[in-house]
């Protein structure tokens, strides 16, 4: 079962506009996730009270956004959603370097996904958007004998795992988009930290469990929105993991410090053999 109620604490950030310490709470993190953008412009979806509109406006502020009485919107300089989307994933106004679309998963939680999904000879194991191919690694080392697949969309990262010395024998490596791969055969194992921007994760994530064998197993990492978004689709992903028997849950925020980052995550764990 998803442990929704142990929701990740509120992280104490450093606003870049005026050096003030600020605390973003879950509380308003899910307010943010409600909100409608059209462009530069922000729509808070709900009539707050008093108490969490403030909390809620003054990191808008924070963030760049100003508000307007008469479109009843808070505007920002630049595309709305894309500033909302930064804020959520990393629980802080400041600005990220990157969009979130690769940040090498940290070697001691690389081990432990691959320790926990306990890949065996002659099981078909996958790993979706391989980066540069650490995860892929760590399969190979915990079960030379699997029949490995490694999916990768990304030109540059895929050829550098191609001409690897150890992935370019004995894994298939497939150049594709992840979401539109359709595989003839279920997966045993499948581990994966796949991009979190625009909901990529949720969504990567759902196709990979309509991938599992019976006995399958699955490791992944996500933004730590999942956990409180209330949106169709990550509504339907705790859905789904509930049902399988699977949980999700917090890691702790500097778990990939080491990475360059500081984007608030989860893991979710599936196992069907339970």
Not at 118 to 142: N, Q, S, T
Request: hydrophobic share 40%.
């Amino acid at each position: 079962m998803s442990r929704l109620s142990n929701q990740p604490a509120a992280a104490r950030r450093v606003n870049p506009l005026n050096g003030v310490l600020m605390q973003i709470s879950t509380e308003v993190l899910n307010v943010l996730s409600r909100c409608r953008a059209e462009g530069n412009f922000l729509f808070l979806a709900d009539q707050l009270d008093r108490s969490i509109y403030v909390k809620t406006n003054k990191v808008l502020e924070a963030a760049g956004g100003k508000w307007n009485r008469k479109e009843q919107a808070h505007i920002f300089t630049a595309d709305a959603a894309e500033r909302i989307e930064q804020i959520i994933l990393t629980g802080s106004v400041d600005i990220p370097r990157d969009l979130f679309n690769f940040f090498p998963t940290p070697e001691n939680l690389v081990t432990d996904m691959v320790l926990r999904a306990e890949p065996a000879a002659g099981e078909r194991v996958l790993e979706p958007e391989f980066g540069d191919g650490r995860i892929l690694k760590a399969l190979k080392l915990a079960a030379p004998d699997a029949l490995i697949t490694g999916i990768e969309l990304n030109d540059e990262r895929f050829l550098a795992v191609k001409n690897d010395s150890v992935l370019s024998t004995g894994v298939e490596l497939v150049h594709t988009d992840f979401l539109g791969y359709q595989p003839d055969e279920t997966f045993d194992v499948i581990v994966m930290n796949p991009p979190f921007l625009k909901r990529s994760d949720v969504k990567q994530v759902m196709h990979a469990i309509a991938m599992l064998a019976k006995r399958g197993r699955l490791q992944a990492i996500l933004s730590a929105g999942v956990l409180f978004r209330e949106d169709t689709l990550t509504k339907a992903l705790r859905e789904r993991v509930k049902q399988l028997g699977g949980q999700i849950s917090p890691l702790p925020d500097d778990t990939f410090r080491e990475s360059g980052t500081k984007v608030k995550t989860a893991r979710l764990e599936i196992d069907l053999r339970r």
